[in-house]
T-cell receptor, first 116, second 111 residues
Framework: DAGVTQSPTHLIKTRGQQVTLRCSPK?????VSWYQQALGQGPQFIFQ???????QRGNFPDRFSGHQFPNYSSELNVNALLLGDSALYLC???????????????FGPGTRLLVL | DAKTTQPPSMDCAEGRAANLPCNHS???????VYWYRQIHSQGPQYIIH???NNETNEMASLIITEDRKSSTLILPHATLRDTAVYYC????????????FGAGTTVTVRA
């Protein structure tokens, strides 16, 4: 039973560039959430995708955008990269069993992004 | 905004039970208590969650006080591989899908 997978594992970009990170949810899951974890801090919620729509967003600027595909996989895009975007980006998946009910999220290993 | 308070760090001996406390005095009736842990440089791992009753699974036990204002995660026989940051998270049961992580407790298991 495949868990949550993310690619790439590591990435180096320069300021001003754009980056796309990818996530495949755990088998059978239909919901994907993205988190940013700066060094020494807990993960911070970016947004969640369900039925190919963003349905909840954390306190992140519009430079952070996402997409969910019909097969439930997801992408996180960050434009105009800043040095402060350097972090571990985590994807978590869950299964929506009853509308509106929060479900347990399972995390992938993350993508470590370094912005120079 | 984390709704929980945890000690920043704790040590425990290998083979002994590790009891991790968490205060959540403002918890409301429809909010669950979730526990995750994060081993260095890996993604958080789900451990257990509960609403009112005590819960047990293959990883740990969760004891929630009757007034629900605090809880304890118990790792029954700690091993070196249990060294990690442990996060206690309070989360609504409906319509708020995020997990709000605080600073957690850094648990070091010593041989």
């Amino acid at each position: 039973d495949a868990g949550v997978t993310q690619s790439p594992t590591h990435l180096i970009k320069t300021r001003g560039q754009q980056v796309t990170l990818r996530c495949s949810p755990k088998s059978g899951h239909d919901t994907v959430s993205w988190y940013q974890q700066a060094l020494g801090q807990g993960p911070q919620f970016i947004f969640q995708y369900y039925e190919e729509e963003e349905r909840q967003r954390g306190n992140f600027p519009d430079r952070f955008s996402g997409h969910q595909f019909p097969n439930y996989s997801s992408e996180l895009n960050v434009n105009a990269l800043l040095l402060g975007d350097s972090a571990l980006y985590l994807c978590a998946s869950s299964l929506e069993q009853v509308a509106g009910v929060t479900e347990t999220q399972y995390f992938g290993p993350g993508t470590r992004l370094l912005v120079l | 905004d984390a709704k929980t308070t945890q000690p920043p760090s704790m040590d425990c001996a290998e083979g002994r039970a590790a009891n991790l406390p968490c205060n959540h005095s403002t918890i409301s009736g429809n909010e669950y208590v979730y526990w995750y842990r994060q081993i260095h440089s890996q993604g958080p791992q789900y451990i257990i969650h509960g609403l009112k009753n005590n819960e047990t699974n293959e990883m740990a036990s969760l004891i929630i006080t009757e007034d629900r204002k605090s809880s304890t995660l118990i790792l029954p026989h700690a091993t070196l591989r249990d060294t990690a940051v442990y996060y206690c998270i309070v989360r609504p049961s409906r319509n708020d899908y995020k997990l709000s992580f605080g600073a957690g407790t850094t648990v070091t298991v010593r041989a």
